[in-house]
């Protein structure tokens, strides 16, 4: 499914950022662009970033 659609990012390839160490949205934008364009699918970005955080906060 596609988070941002000016960029055509999937929430897959979000989560491969985050993989990849992406902790903030300005980090996965500056990977694949996300967020850049008309900003609808920032509201989105923040969630998961904050999702995968937490995550990462409790499993450490
Ligand atoms: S949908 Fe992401 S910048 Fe427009």
Do not use: P, Q, W, Y
């Amino acid at each position: 499914m596609f988070v941002c659609i000016c960029r055509a990012v999937t929430e897959d390839e979000v989560h491969e950022h985050c993989d990849s160490g992406a902790r903030t949205v300005d980090a996965i934008s500056d990977k694949c662009g996300a967020g850049e364009g008309c900003g609808t699918c920032l509201e989105r970005l923040h969630a998961i970033v904050a999702e995968r955080n937490a995550t990462a906060s409790t499993a450490a």
